[in-house]
C-alpha cells in the first residue's frame, strides 16, 4: 500500500513495514523548488556545478520549510530532479516539433 506523499505501506501479513515508491505532494514539490532556488541564491553554484556540502543544504532546507519531513538528497531529491529533468526534456522536443504549440 502506497500512501502519498510517504513511502511504502505495512505488510499485514508479516507485520513489516515494506519500501515502495515515494508519492511527492504538491506542497513537497514546492517545498523543493523553494529550496533549489534558496541554495542558488545563497552562491551555492560553482562554475562546474554545485559547491561540496549542497546535498546537506538541500536536506536543511526541507527540514526547515517541512519540519518532520522524512525526504532525504538521495534517494528522494535526486530522483525527483531526474524526473523533472526527464519530463522537461520530453516536452520541450514535443514544442520544438512544427505542429505543436
Known amino acids: 500500500m502506497d500512501v502519498p506523499g510517504g513511502v511504502g505501506g505495512m505488510d499485514a ?3 513489516k513495514v515494506t519500501r515502495g515508491r515515494r508519492y511527492w505532494t504538491k506542497i513537497e514539490e514546492d517545498a523543493l523548488i523553494q529550496c ?3 541554495i542558488v541564491n545563497d552562491n551555492w553554484k560553482a562554475d562546474n556545478g ?3 556540502g549542497f546535498q ?3 536536506e536543511k532546507g526541507m527540514r526547515k520549510i517541512l519540519p518532520g519531513t522524512d525526504i532525504v538528497a538521495n534517494p528522494h531529491i535526486n530522483s525527483k530532479i531526474l524526473v ?3 519530463e ?3 516536452l520541450s522536443d514535443l514544442l ?3 505542429g505543436i504549440g
Open 13 to 15: 501479513e508479516k507485520g
Open 84 to 86: 523533472w529533468k526527464k
Open 96 to 98: 520544438g516539433k512544427s
Open 88 to 90: 522537461y526534456g520530453t
Open 36 to 38: 533549489l532556488i534558496s
Open 56 to 58: 546537506r543544504e538541500r
Open 50 to 52: 554545485f559547491k561540496g
